[in-house]
């Protein structure tokens, strides 16, 4: 069965500083690796995503991803933090063929000083 | 883009009551949707898989006869908690892709969730 672990659960960086969320998987092949942030009381918002390919991928808002095979990890980046960076960040997984159902991480809350 | 529409986004109900939680898809056909449930400050725990034209699909300790999933059309996926008490209440989101089963290059989009609550 796939999961997925953010050794994480709080991280606090101030306002400018680089960000790095952490994400492991377990899963049988190289799945489909996806990150998703949540503002309270919303819903999930795509960041980025890797299907295969280049293994540096770049989402939205300035934030980027590597996948290393070799580590089993997808974790998050960003060089900047800025201060609407505040919220859940969720790394997940999926299968490549078969049930497209997501498995989620226990997610990363992220607050930023000023 | 995809966009996946949820209704309504709060419902307050009293024990004992049923809800109707809505998904949709607004610019594109699923035939598959997936529902999650998700405790404060907690994950997304997936609850079932729902089919078009078919039964759904539940997780492993989730109450189907609680949890009822209705998916009528290519567009409409339904949730009825029935006979609801306080531990139901909870962040419900739904999710649904514009490929096939098979095509696992699709990304799942996500409604904006509903948050009931039972007193």
């Known amino acids: 069965a796939q999961s997925v672990t953010q050794p994480d659960i709080h991280i606090t960086v101030s306002e400018g500083a680089s960000l790095e969320l952490r994400c492991n998987y377990s899963?049988?092949?190289?799945?489909?690796l996806f990150w998703y942030v949540q503002s309270p009381g919303q819903g999930l918002q795509l960041l980025l995503k890797?299907?295969?390919?280049?293994?540096l991928v770049q989402g939205i808002k300035g934030f980027e991803a590597e996948f290393k095979r070799s580590q089993s990890s997808f974790n998050l980046r960003k060089p900047s933090v800025h201060w609407s960076d505040a919220a859940e960040y969720f790394c997940?997984?999926?299968?490549?063929?078969?049930?497209?159902?997501?498995?989620f991480g226990s997610g990363t809350r992220l607050q930023v000083q000023p | 883009g995809a966009v996946v529409s949820q209704h309504p986004s709060r419902v307050i109900c009293k024990s004992g009551t049923s809800v109707k939680i809505e998904c949709r898809s607004l610019?594109?056909?699923?035939?598959?949707m997936f529902w999650y449930r998700q405790f404060p400050k907690q994950s997304l725990m997936l609850m079932a898989t729902?089919?078009?034209?078919?039964?759904?699909?539940?997780e492993q300790g989730v109450e189907k006869d609680k949890f009822l999933i209705n998916h009528a059309s290519l567009t409409l996926s339904t949730l009825t908690v029935t006979s609801a008490h306080p531990e139901d209440s909870s962040f419900y989101i739904c999710?649904?892709?514009?490929?096939?089963?098979?095509?696992?290059?699709?990304?799942?989009?996500f409604g904006a969730g509903s948050r009931l609550t039972v007193l």
């Open positions: 899963y049988g092949a190289t799945p489909y």
């Open positions: 729902s089919n078009e034209g078919s039964k759904a699909t539940y």
């Open positions: 999710s649904a892709s514009p490929g096939t089963v098979n095509s696992g290059a699709n990304v799942l989009t």
């Open positions: 890797y299907f295969s390919g280049d293994t």
């Open positions: 610019d594109f056909q699923a035939t598959t």
């Open positions: 997940a997984v999926g299968a490549r063929t078969g049930r497209r159902a997501l498995t």
